[in-house]
């Protein structure tokens, strides 16, 4: 599975993006695609994920109602829509395909393919 996410980019704070990541080749074995996020100096940290098949989704405290993620079967895409962007959202964004359904998807250990990342910027 190879994975393609686009769409970050400079905001100011309050600012929204959103979010693509295309997934591509053997896509039928994904159990879920998740968000992740690390910031200069910082670990990599959850952000969202959904499962590929019903759609349910869960989200790390800190999203607190901003972020949305959804997945397009057809088009094998996920997307993460941000909203209300805060000058700590600042960090490069990756996006992550699981096969495993063990888990709850929080850890990046349960994902087996990465995107490259895409950098996220808000500006004060």
């Known amino acids: 599975v190879q994975l393609q996410a686009y769409g970050g980019g400079l905001v100011q704070a309050g600012g929204s993006l959103r979010l693509s990541c295309a997934a591509s080749g053997r896509t039928f074995s994904i159990y879920r695609m998740g968000w992740f996020r690390q910031a200069p100096g910082k670990e990599r940290e959850f952000v969202a994920r959904?499962?590929?098949?019903?759609?349910?989704?869960l989200y790390a405290d800190f999203v607190e109602g901003r972020f949305t993620i959804s997945r397009d079967n057809a088009k094998n895409t996920v997307y993460l829509q941000v909203n209300s962007l805060k000058p700590e959202d600042t960090a490069v964004y990756y996006c992550?395909?699981?096969?495993?359904?063990?888990?709850?998807?929080?850890?990046?250990?349960?994902?087996?393919?990465w995107g490259q990342g895409t950098q996220v910027t808000v500006s004060s």
């Open positions: 992550a395909a699981g096969r495993t359904s063990l888990g709850s998807g929080y850890s990046p250990s349960r994902y087996d393919y």
């Open positions: 959904i499962n590929w098949e019903w759609g349910t989704a």
